[in-house]
């Protein structure tokens, strides 16, 4: 059914792409496409899962319990400290290698790429949230936080109910950049073989070594890019709304 | 240091271990880096200049090319760059009447890839950082006399690095982290390095881990660094 709609979009695509772009582009059509839809979904579950487990995380470096705070600032402040393509090949090729004897039921996950890719991918734009999102709280008006004390919320409501809603209101453009990053970044997951967008670019050049590939890739990811823009303004008049 | 060698196992220094190569490979992401950012400032000042300018088209030109590099992924950048300027060397050579095949260093390849980028996002902190000297300082600077040239020297410019430190201090971060794309164009930093070692020995997750340490202990001397820079732009400065 969703495969169905894809190959749809993808025909859809082709057909009305074909006479503005060269040669190359409609020969290779699908594929762009296919990596492009790939790219997405990623991306979209990643930022969604990575903004909860920041959420997750935010909390418990706010919470000043130590066994709490101190993993999630070390967690942070490794993931924000290395590379994402060595914390991809950490996972992907060196997790990877023990192989099925080594890892058990969980060579399953192991040996699919796209689910290290997202799992990678997932904790490490988590990272990167918590930080924007402790900015954000951080930027909370003192008084929220007392007024929602003296009225008698616990921690946890106050943060749920008064100072987390505000905080993302905040830091939304922040995390609006964030995502344009975390899309710039899922290309490297190409090296660890999947064909997202950058992965099928990179299969396509390698068979007819003609530039223009890597021309027609960037203009798909400044759509992208473009796309991820107005979604992050769309969000942000949303949250202005209230505040006129 | 035979014992510490053999503790070390396959990441010994010398002949029988890695650790002294993994530790050249983090040398050449540190000079990839420091050319990276060398170039990238310089060209990100000239890029502030175009869209700082009263000329409209190099506004536009600096103002496309941001856009360009802030939407396009730095793994692609990096690939055009490499096989652009190969092949734009190997064509420019063969049509000039000597024969192609020429290999771009890759060191160089990296560089102008990486600073490339560099340049857009600093061009952004530089621009901040103009607009940010106050007003009045520049408008006292122009009653005592001062020509346009010793206004921007004298006072604009030097006043502008307070601005810009913490930016760049990011830019710079990321740009370190960034250097990691590199070994894809399999130039010997400590990531390829690692990689080399990690299939060699057959203990990837080992020689992968000790990447990461080495751009962890990377990471936090320069946020050491960054400190200490931020905090020596603002002396002098009535203290918030």
């Known amino acids: 059914m969703y495969q169905d709609f894809k190959y749809l979009i993808s025909d859809g695509v082709c057909a009305i792409a074909s006479p503005v772009s060269g040669d190359l582009f409609t020969k290779f059509c699908p594929r762009f496409i296919d990596g492009f839809v790939v790219t997405i979904e990623l991306l979209a579950l990643s930022s969604t899962l990575g903004f909860l487990l920041a959420v997750g995380l935010v909390l ?42 080594g890892l058990g039921p969980l060579w399953a996950f192991f040996k699919e790429p796209w689910l290290v890719g997202l799992l990678v991918l997932t904790l490490n734009t988590s990272a990167y949230v918590s930080e924007i999102l402790r900015g954000g709280l951080v930027n909370v008006d003192k008084g929220q936080a007392e007024a929602a004390m003296a009225i008698g919320m616990s921690w946890f409501q106050s943060m749920r109910r008064i100072l987390l809603p505000q905080a993302i209101r905040i830091a939304w453009p922040a995390y609006g950049n964030e ?33 223009t590939t890597y021309l027609y890739a960037t203009v798909l990811y400044l759509v992208l890019a473009g796309l991820i823009t107005l979604f992050v303004v769309a969000i942000e008049r949303r949250f202005a709304r209230n505040l006129r | 240091m035979e014992y510490i060698n053999e503790l070390l196992g396959p990441l010994a220094f010398g002949d029988t ?6 530790l050249r490979g983090a040398w050449i992401t540190v000079t990839l880096a420091l050319c990276s950012m060398a170039l990238g ?11 700082l300018s009263r000329i409209a088209p190099l506004r536009w030109f600096a103002s496309v090319y941001t ?22 060397i190997n064509t420019a050579l063969i049509s000039l009447g000597f024969e192609g095949g020429v290999e771009v260093p890759k060191f160089g390849a990296a560089v102008a890839g990486l600073s490339a980028i560099f340049a857009a996002y600093a061009c952004e902190i530089f621009r901040g950082a103009y607009l940010a000297v106050p007003r009045g300082q520049i408008e006292a600077a122009f009653a005592i006399g001062l020509s346009p040239v010793k206004v921007f020297r004298r006072v604009r410019f030097p006043q502008m690095w307070r601005y810009a430190i913490p930016g760049l201090g990011n830019l710079w971060m990321v740009v370190l982290k960034d250097t990691s794309l590199a070994a894809v164009i399999a130039l010997n930093e400590l990531l390829r390095i690692a990689k080399l070692g990690g299939e060699t020995e057959g203990s990837q997750l080992l020689f992968f881990t000790v990447a990461g340490l080495l751009y962890l202990l990377m990471t936090f001397l320069s946020d050491r660094g960054r400190v200490w820079a931020e905090g020596r732009a603002r002396r002098g400065v009535a203290g918030v």
């Open chain 2, 67 to 88: 856009l360009f590099i802030r939407g396009v992924p730095e793994f692609l950048i990096l690939l055009i760059v490499f096989f652009g300027s190969d092949k734009l």
């Open chain 1, 179 to 211: 995502l344009v990053l975390l899309m710039k970044g899922s290309a490297l997951i190409s090296t660890i073989t999947v064909l997202d967008l950058m992965g099928q670019t990179r299969t396509i050049f390698a068979r007819n070594f003609d530039l």
């Open chain 2, 41 to 51: 400032l310089f060209f990100g000042l000239l890029l502030a200049g175009a869209k």
């Open chain 1, 60 to 101: 418990a470096r706010m919470s000043g319990h130590r066994v709490l705070s101190i993993p999630a600032n070390v967690f942070v402040y490794c993931f924000r400290g290395t590379p994402l393509l060595v914390q991809l090949w950490i996972i992907y090729f060196g997790i990877g290698s023990f192989g099925a004897e």
């Open chain 2, 17 to 22: 271990g890695w650790g002294d190569d993994l």
